[in-house]
């Protein structure tokens, strides 16, 4: 396992990591975390948000052998939760700590501090051109946070590919961990959220490599019948990367993992890996290294079908689920 620096941070991160969303047994997710530390993988990323997955991690945390960076985030406990109520942020520090067994925590995020309407972390100008002008009593907590030493560095979980921008520029944070926006098909992080968070040397961190479940497997039944929610044009996009699945011989989520190793801006992948057999697929695509030049070639030709989310396509690609219609308009 190849090891990095985490930007500005002085950890040394592996460039396979684990995400918390614990949806599988304990005693499975526990096995598998343990595959991850025993092959090199160094550091976990939780969240309050992802069910009960501090709590569970906190009864494995300590039988885990071996080195474990940990990192979670504020986000929606304790109910009410009140983003910008200092006592409510200094209850739901405690209440992690206590979940997670832990006095110190190496990464505290701020999460989707670039949705309001989900979370409301900041007192900000209308024009969110003034990067500076970013401030909510979420940063003052963070602050004393860091001088206590109950935490080492701050950082920020976004989904979005422009509005985060601002807050990346703030300097504040030593850490962004980008998710939905950076993958085969999707890559609209790199046109400004990686360049900003290299300029300001954060710790990049990149979530949702399989997109969710939408490049995990392939759906060539359903891709093929175009559902309602499947533009014309993804629909093409997709026929050609199961095209080139099949020119390669290869597993679209062996692609699509490999191409995210493949991106040297990005210091570390966090794979949703609740299983043993996802630890060790996820293993096997990393030790085959990086994509070859001619093959990151015509990914990027494929991408540049689609280079921009089709108005209104569904956030999360619902090829198994169950799906309404657009959102309600604001």
Not at 98 to 119: A, S
Not at 133 to 138: A, D
Not at 210 to 223: F, S, T
């Amino acid at each position: 396992m190849e090891y990095v620096k985490l930007g500005r941070t002085d950890l040394n991160v592996s460039r396979m990591v684990m995400g918390g969303d614990v949806r599988t047994p304990r005693e499975e997710f526990a096995a598998a975390l343990q595959l991850a530390v025993d092959s090199g993988v160094n550091l976990i990323d939780t969240a309050p948000a992802y069910g009960n997955s501090e709590e569970v991690l906190g009864t494995i945390l300590p039988e885990i052998k071996g080195e474990l960076y940990v990192s979670t985030k504020f986000s929606n406990d304790p109910q009410p939760f009140l983003p910008r109520d200092r006592d409510c942020l200094m209850r739901a520090v405690e209440n992690s700590l206590t979940r997670l067994k832990r006095d110190t925590i190496d990464i505290w995020m701020v999460h989707e501090p670039d949705r309001p309407y989900q979370y409301d972390w900041w007192e900000r100008p209308q024009d969110l051109n003034h990067p500076e002008e970013y401030y909510g009593p979420v940063m003052d907590v963070l602050v004393d946070l860091k001088s206590q030493g109950v935490i080492k560095y701050t950082g920020i979980g976004g989904t979005t590919a422009y509005e985060i921008v601002p807050i990346i520029e703030s300097g504040f944070f030593d850490v962004i961990l980008t998710a939905f926006n950076y993958s085969l098909l999707w890559q609209e992080a790199a046109i400004e959220v990686i360049p900003a968070a290299k300029k300001q040397n954060m710790g990049i961190l990149l979530g949702s490599a399989l997109q969710q479940g939408a490049l995990a497997k392939r759906y060539d039944v359903q891709v093929k019948a175009k559902p309602a929610w499947l533009s014309k044009p993804r629909q093409q996009q997709y026929l050609k990367l199961y095209e080139l699945c099949d020119d390669l011989k290869m597993d679209v989520a062996d692609l699509a993992m490999r191409f995210a190793f493949s991106n040297p801006d990005i210091h570390a992948v966090v794979t949703g890996a609740g299983k043993v057999k996802n630890v060790e697929r996820n293993l096997a695509s990393y030790e085959k290294g990086p994509l070859p030049a001619d093959v990151l070639k015509r990914i990027d030709e494929i991408y540049r079908m689609v280079p921009f989310r089709p108005f209104e396509e569904s956030f999360f690609m619902p090829f198994t689920r169950p799906y309404k219609g657009p959102r309600a308009v604001h």
